[in-house]
């Protein structure tokens, strides 16, 4: 692996409050074994980000600041991906602490696979009071998460995997297939996965390669990535041809609609109805309080149980509600599929 050329590009918009530790992980990488480049690429940032990305390149040469007009990610990453000089190309987040090994050990994985890409599992930080500790623990939690392997899984082998996180890529997947769809706000990084197996490549996630995500835990904050991330996921049909949708992607929308039906029923004195759809949200109740009882527990905060239940349900209800409305959208929407 000695003198192996990668660029690192990271999109970056708005992120003051965490640049100085992911600026830390640059310079503590690594970098030994190889030629490393980081192409910074800002969204045209206006909380002061743009002043110590500048700072800080101009002290580190292997570092490049790229403004990106547009300020969304996928154009960020097709900029940074375009100005970029190697064959191996990872696509690091600036809400992460990364340990010293992270490139190196991506680098020498993708050879080792022989795949397109290969990624990594992001741990969630736990921090703050209890309720931000909640949601973070939410964000990797398997009831609330579902089968996002790079998030929930706890299997140590080395395996393939519809998409990861971030991802070390080989440049030549790019020339093949395009890059990022610039028309999918959120999402783009799956899309671009599931894109790549389409064509009959592999993606590959290695439990051992390891990152720590800094998560939003404001509610507020968390209530709209949730709905956003599942917004885009289903309106996604209208601008790719991917087929990103899966059966069990449909379950946030049939609880939404499943609650929605139970609220209705009740107000109105369905009768059976009510009781039929009330029955099927006790068994959900019921998953909740398990599962928010070891969390409590596991955070040796036992009788704050209800913070969690509230938390899976507002996160099952918003998903719920941004697949429906994502799907609504596209069934009333013209299709611009690239």
């Known amino acids: 692996m000695q003198g192996v050329s990668v660029s690192v590009v990271v999109p970056i918009r708005n992120e003051s409050k965490h640049i100085e530790v992911f600026l830390e992980s640059i310079k503590n990488f690594d970098l030994s074994l190889l030629k490393a480049e980081f192409l910074l690429v800002d969204g045209m940032s206006e909380d002061g980000t743009t002043k110590i990305l500048e700072s800080f390149s101009a002290q580190n040469p292997i570092c490049r600041v790229l403004m990106n007009a547009h300020k969304q990610k996928p154009q960020a990453l097709n900029l940074g991906i375009a100005q970029s000089r190697s064959d191996i190309i990872i696509r690091l987040d600036a809400h992460s602490i990364y340990p010293r090994s992270y490139i190196g050990d991506l680098v020498k994985r ?23 500790r909640v949601i973070a623990r939410l964000i990797g939690h398997p009831f609330a998460a579902g089968n996002a392997q790079y998030r929930t899984s706890t299997r140590a082998e080395i395996r393939e995997v519809d998409t990861v996180f971030g991802g070390c890529f080989r440049r030549e997947i790019f020339s093949k297939l395009g890059g990022f769809n610039e028309k999918l706000l959120r999402t783009q990084d799956r899309e671009m996965n599931f894109r790549i197996r389409e064509a009959g490549n592999r993606i590959v996630l290695d439990p051992a390669i390891r990152c720590s995500y800094l998560p939003r835990t404001d509610l507020l904050d968390y209530i709209r990535w949730t709905y956003d991330g599942a917004f885009w996921l289903f309106r996604s049909p209208q601008f790719t041809k991917t087929k990103m949708l899966r059966s069990r992607n ?32 006790l068994v959900y109740f019921l998953l909740s309080v398990f599962y928010s009882i070891q969390l409590a527990r596991s955070e040796g905060h036992i009788l704050g149980f209800l913070i969690p239940i509230l938390y899976f349900f507002i996160t099952h209800f918003v998903y719920g509600l941004g697949s429906f409305v994502g ?7 013209k299709k611009e599929k690239s």
């Open 110 to 132: 993708l050879k080792e696979q022989d795949c397109a890409n290969v990624g990594g599992i992001r741990e969630t930080v736990v921090k703050g009071d209890f309720s931000h």
């Open 250 to 281: 449909y379950v946030p929308i049939a609880f939404f609609l499943w609650a929605i039906g139970y609220l209705v029923s009740f107000l109105f004195g369905a009768g059976v109805l009510t009781w039929v759809l009330g029955t099927g949200l």
């Open 327 to 333: 799907f609504l959208d596209v069934i009333f929407s």
